[in-house]
């Protein structure tokens, strides 16, 4: 190779570097995380992101709080760095699941239990039936923790339900639900012809706890609606309101994926579709990170088998 081919490829394998020291940076909000993620001191993660701004000539982080956050300049390098770092991160495994194809590896997926129980059971069911050489593993998470989890690459890819969208992830929305208003059989609600939102004031709610976002939603409706409600009961899990309801110790508003042929005689329910939005759920996946094709198949299943294609 001439000498200065030699150069030019040194040069830029020494700036490939600094740009993964400040994707992971970016990504992570601390030094110190980027260092444990880059298996490198912390002085050794500064001096890199020190030389990536005095090459560049700009400031590109910039402290708020106890995190580091990108400034403007350096949102527009994070933009067009991390595809390239990341890329490259991933060559080799990629590689090896192109020359392995679908004959073998494992698949994390982060869910919640809803998810879980009630959604994946026959994605699940026909990925294993297809691909019964891959080890498929399932991390039953809600919330922050199931972001975390695929931020870390804990997890290759995220099925559920989600409102507010971080912007380092993608969510593509698969299958649509509706909120349904569901009582024992006997309840003075069950028989209404119509039903207002105030027609759910006089009956006590059983809810997921506050912080989920189902609570949030019905709070939400009912505070813009102006109209009062009381919360009878916070519990988690949808099968374990539907049997309190069941009971008669409250009413509910669930979405329809969790209901089955088995609530049919013991729960009475309706659509509230005109008061409440519908509940998307799809696929979160980390933005700029190339999914292995295990990935890509369980993917494609969750857009072509569900339980329902779509209940809205």
């Not at 506050?210 to 988690?236: H, N, S």
Request: proline residues 7%; charged residues 20%.
């Amino acid at each position: 190779m001439p000498k200065s081919a030699a150069s030019r490829f040194a040069y830029k394998a020494d700036r490939l570097k600094p740009l993964r020291a400040f994707c992971q940076t970016a990504r992570l909000g601390s030094v110190s995380r980027a260092a444990e993620a880059l298996f490198l001191s912390q002085p050794a993660v500064t001096l890199q992101l020190q030389a990536l701004e005095r090459e560049m000539g700009v400031s590109l982080l910039e402290r708020s709080g106890r995190r580091l956050v990108l400034t403007r300049e350096g949102e527009a390098l994070y933009d067009l760095a991390r595809p390239l770092v990341e890329g490259l991160d991933n060559l080799e495994p990629m590689f090896r699941d192109r020359i392995r194809g679908l004959d073998a590896g494992e698949l994390h997926v982060a869910a919640g239990s809803s998810t879980i129980v009630y959604l994946l059971p026959k994605i699940v069911e026909a990925f294993r039936a297809r691909y019964p050489e891959i080890r498929l593993i399932l991390h039953n998470v809600t919330g922050p923790r199931g972001l975390n989890l695929l931020r870390d690459d804990g997890a290759d890819l995220a099925v559920g339900s989600m409102l507010d969208v971080p912007g380092d992830l993608a969510y593509v929305p698969v299958h649509t639900f509706e909120p349904m208003l569901i009582t024992p059989p006997d309840h003075p609600l069950a028989a209404r012809p119509e039903i207002e939102l105030a027609d759910l004031s006089p009956y006590g709610l059983i809810l997921p706890p506050q912080r989920q976002t189902t609570y949030r939603m019905v709070d939400l409706v009912f505070q813009r609606a102006r109209v009062p409600y009381t919360v009878a009961l916070e519990v988690g899990g949808w099968e374990v309101i539907k049997q309190y309801v069941a009971m008669g110790l409250g009413i509910s508003i669930v979405t329809a994926i969790c209901l089955t042929e088995a609530d049919a005689g013991k729960l009475a329910s309706r659509s509230l579709s005109a008061f409440f939005p519908s509940r998307s759920y799809g696929v979160v996946t980390r933005r700029g990170r190339a999914l292995s094709i295990q990935a890509r198949a369980f993917v494609e299943l969750v857009h072509s088998v569900g339980r329902v294609p779509d209940a809205s």
